[in-house]
């Protein structure tokens, strides 16, 4: 079964949630954690991620918390997967490190290459705009 982790899964709630709020204060990690059902620790972990590509910002001290770190209309789907899984391959010989070294001469390489550009423009063309 091909399928996301759950962490690029829950990084997406987390950023529908804060594309959501109306107050322009930063949203605590209780907070959002709450909401979207997942423990602090664990999307601690998967905001840190996010925090560094500048996807979201973090606010330190009493009134602090997360709030977006671009418009929602420009962040993809697929740079949010590409944060939390590391890029996407269907299979071993769509890696970009250490690919299968028969991709050049077996026709099911061209078979899996044109399912994962079809994924990559879906996700590309989905911003968190279109899904809230």
Known sequence: MLQIT????YAIRGLMELVGRTESSPVRLKELA???????????KIFQS????????SHRGVKGGF???????EITLFEI?????GGIALNHCMRKIDPCNRSGDCAMSKVWQKAQNA???A?????????V
Request: hydrophobic share 35%; proline share 2%; glycine share 4%.
């Open 6 to 9: 759950r962490q690029t899964e």
């Open 34 to 44: 709450e909401a979207c059902q997942v423990s602090e620790a664990f999307l601690a």
């Open 50 to 57: 996010l925090t560094q590509k500048n996807i979201i910002k």
């Open 67 to 73: 709030s977006l770190g671009k418009d929602p209309s």
């Open 81 to 85: 997967v590409d944060i939390c899984e």
């Open 119 to 121: 994924l990559e423009i």
């Open 123 to 131: 996700l590309g063309e989905t911003t968190l705009s279109d899904l």
